[in-house]
């Protein structure tokens, strides 16, 4: 009897934080249906009184998200590739070779974990403005890279200092060199922490505001974080039009936590077994 009140207050407390936590997007949902009277003076939980779906007509075509979403999309897809591609190639090179300073030169990577964003606007524009890069995508797209990749080193490090070498060693004895064993070895293997990173960078960069709004100097090149400060005019805001662009931005991230939940979830279960 006991453990079953215990259980039913915890189910209890439990739905009370789910709903917490759903509540926000619940409220942007239905408030992209609305206009401003019923956004401002309405009811906060209330279905709208007429489901306004030009709203997304409105913010796809005429507020130019259409463009910001495939400027989002592509910047964050070729971050992605090559930090995924570098992190996991630095990662086994710094973990399972053994050369001079390699401890140093990874203490000296990681430290690129504790470095504010903020202290390196400056040096950065300047670099990107002597390099002639502030009028291309590459301005947000480097620096991008640069920011993720100590994190990216740093997860799958750890989690090749827990994976058993015999593998790779029967690679090397079937004639397998050091590239071709990485390749059709190790690079499986490392899938589950590869979706981990790839969660981390596609948020990290999908939702950045402060490098793309420094660096990107044309409108045609804006990102969904930057396009969305559109919508502030001088006298008001359309309200509705902003939520139904902030659902369309949404909707990536929600995409990418289904396909790579799997992933991420046997990567600590895997990390937990291999420990």
């Keep these: 009897m006991l453990k079953t009140t215990k259980n ?23 408030s992209a249906f609305k206009d401003n009277s ?11 009184t007429e489901w306004r779906f030009s709203n997304f ?10 463009q910001y979403f495939f400027n989002s999309v592509s910047v964050t897809l070729i971050t992605l590739f090559f930090v995924l591609l570098f992190a996991s190639m630095m990662a086994y090179a ?29 040096p950065l524009f300047m670099i990107l403005k002597n390099l002639g890069l502030l009028s291309s995508r590459l301005s947000i797209i480097l620096p991008y890279i640069a ?8 997860m799958l ?19 397998c ?10 690079l499986p293997l490392l899938k589950p922490p590869l979706a981990s990173v ?11 505001l402060l490098m793309a709004a420094t660096f990107i100097q044309k409108e045609s090149l804006r990102t969904l974080p930057l396009g969305l400060m559109n919508f502030s005019g001088q006298y008001s805001i359309s309200w509705g039009p902003l939520a139904a662009a902030m659902v369309i931005s949404t909707l990536p991230i929600l995409l990418a936590y289904v396909l790579f939940s799997d992933q991420m979830e046997k990567s600590f279960t895997a990390g937990a077994i291999l420990k």
Excluded at 57 to 66: D, L, Y
Excluded at 198 to 208: K, P, R, S
Aim: hydrophobic share 60%.
């Design 8 to 30: 039913t207050g915890l189910y209890l407390l439990m739905g009370l934080i789910a709903v917490l936590q759903l509540f926000p997007l619940y409220w942007l949902v239905v």
């Design 38 to 48: 019923e956004i401002i003076g309405g009811v906060v939980w209330a279905l709208p």
């Design 57 to 66: 007509s409105e913010a796809w075509v005429s507020a130019k998200v259409n």
């Design 94 to 122: 710094l973990t399972r070779m053994r050369f001079k300073y390699n401890g140093l030169i990874l203490f000296i990577l990681l430290m690129g974990v504790m470095v504010p964003i903020h202290a390196t606007l400056i």
């Design 147 to 154: 920011v993720n990749l100590p994190i990216g080193v740093y």
């Design 157 to 175: 490090s750890a989690f090749l200092r827990s994976m058993p070498k015999e593998l790779e060693e029967a690679a090397f004895i079937d004639g």
């Design 177 to 186: 060199g050091v590239v071709k064993s990485f390749f059709k070895v190790v």
């Design 198 to 208: 790839a969660i981390f960078v596609f948020l990290a960069v999908w939702n950045e």
